[in-house]
Each structure stands twice: as structure tokens, then as C-alpha cells.
């Protein structure tokens, strides 16, 4: 639930290994990094807010939509505050990690390693933005966050693909995930947004979560795209199909863009 209605009432306090919300996640996180092995699971960090998520969801997107045109400065400081506040959640949950034995780097939430120090991050919000306002909003704090990092990994949905030249700004940006919304836009567009990316010599993650997609539009997604540094995930029915799925996918690949 919200907490303010206006940018100005926002106050994020520095993060604090006390906080009882805090405490109740790493009294969750402690048996899984207490008896992980390589050949059993790898624990793996939170998938983090960005640092305009988190004032969405301080807010609701509605009230920092007005906010960031009524009082940008106001918005671009809670912003950056909340970098800080990840900056330091993250370091001390990756310090638990190697405390517990994870030495060369971190796994993520959709089982992808990050090598060093790395997260997935996510910035929902930049779905309800144009590029001027992503550029404007979301490129410092979120450069401040991944400039902390090795491996970072940033989240977002395909309504968002507006923003993709801004996205590829971050400083540090280690690789993109795009999301497949079920408003659009269509396949056709979410490569040519993929391919920004790869121009840019980023890897890219690309699929459909929850929304089964036609035979024809996975094919021309592998295809479309260059296979180096691409991860697809894609659904399927069963088992069965699954195995088949990969086949093809393989085959897909194998005279994808290049």
C-alpha cells in the first residue's frame, strides 16, 4: 500500500540490518544459504526493485506520474536516495552469500549466474514513461546502483520498449530482460527492440512469461535475433513438448541473425 501521496512527504531512511522486515527475510534466507551445495540448489539473491519502482510503490505510480512533472528535482533526490538505500542492501546480502560460501559470484531468481557481484533488477514503471522522462528519472539512480555491481541484469516489459535507447545509457549495465505484455506491443517490435540491445554488446533475454506464444512467433523471435549472448524461455504444455520446443529452438538458432 502506499505511504504519501506527494513526492515531498517520501523519506527513505538509510538501510538498517534491524529493520523487522529485514530481520524476518534473512531469518527466511539463512537455511537456504546454510545448506546449499553445488550439486543440490544455489541460494539466490532478491530480485530487486529499481529505484523508481520503489517510489511507485512509496507512492502509487499515479501520484509520482504527476510528481515527476509537478516536482521533478524533488523526484530525481528520492530517487537517488533510494539508489543509495540499494546499493547498501545489496553489498550486505552479497556478504551473507560469501559468507556462506558463494565465492565468485551470485545466482539469480531465474537461475542466471552473475559472475562477481550482480543482481536482477526490475523498473515496472518505466512501462507508464516516454524515453525523455526515462532519460530524465531512471539513468542516474539506476547507473548508481549498477556502477556498484559487476553482473547486473535489469527487468522489463515490453511496454516499456520506448525507453530501450535510454535503457542501453545505463551506466554499467551488464544485460537486458524483455518481457512480453499481453497489450503489445507485438513480437515484431519486441526484436527490433532486442536488437538494439544486441547492437549494443549487451546479451538479452527474451520470451514470454506466462503467455503462451504461437510456433510461428517463437520461431521468428530466435531467428530475428543473434544467438550469441541470447537466453529465450518460452512455455510449453508438457514435458513432451518442452523436449520438442528445444529441439527446434536449437535449430532456430542455429541460422538466427548473425
Known amino acids: 500500500m502506499p505511504v504519501a501521496e506527494q513526492i515531498g512527504d517520501v523519506r527513505l531512511k538509510p538501510f538498517n540490518r534491524a529493520d523487522p522486515l529485514w ?20 541460494p539466490s539473491l532478491a530480485d530487486y526493485l529499481g529505484p523508481m519502482d520503489i517510489l511507485a510503490g512509496m507512492m502509487g505510480p499515479v501520484n509520482l ?7 521533478p528535482l524533488e523526484v530525481q533526490m528520492r530517487a537517488m536516495d533510494a539508489a543509495d538505500f540499494l546499493v547498501d542492501m545489496i553489498a550486505y546480502e552479497v556478504g ?3 559468507s556462506a ?33 526515462f ?13 556498484s555491481l559487476n553482473s547486473c541484469f535489469l527487468h522489463t516489459h515490453s511496454a516499456a520498449i520506448q525507453c530501450f535507447p535510454g535503457i542501453l545509457e545505463v551506466h554499467n549495465l551488464g544485460a537486458v530482460e524483455l518481457g512480453n505484455d499481453p497489450g503489445g506491443p507485438g513480437w515484431e517490435k519486441r526484436v527490433a527492440a532486442g536488437r538494439l540491445v544486441q547492437a549494443a554488446g549487451k546479451p538479452l533475454q527474451m520470451g514470454s512469461w506466462n ?44 541460422s538466427g541473425r548473425v
Open 23 to 42: 530481520v524476518q527475510y534473512e531469518q527466511r534466507l539463512e537455511d537456504l544459504l546454510k545448506h546449499w551445495a553445488w550439486d543440490s540448489y544455489l
Open 65 to 71: 506520474a504527476l510528481a515527476m512533472i509537478e516536482e
Open 96 to 98: 551473507l552469500h560469501r
Open 101 to 133: 560460501g558463494m565465492r565468485d559470484g551470485v545466482t539469480d531468481g531465474f537461475e542466471v549466474w552473475l559472475e562477481g557481484t550482480g543482481v536482477r533488477g526490475s523498473e515496472d514503471f518505466a512501462a507508464l514513461v516516454g524515453l525523455d522522462h
Open 135 to 147: 532519460r530524465q528519472f531512471f539513468v542516474e539512480p539506476l547507473s548508481r546502483v549498477y556502477g
Open 211 to 254: 503467455i503462451p506464444l504461437p510456433r510461428e512467433q517463437m520461431e521468428g523471435i530466435v531467428r530475428g535475433l543473434d544467438p550469441r549472448g541470447l537466453m529465450v524461455r518460452f512455455q510449453a504444455a508438457n514435458a513432451a513438448e518442452a523436449r520438442e520446443l528445444g529441439v527446434a529452438v536449437r535449430e532456430w538458432g542455429a
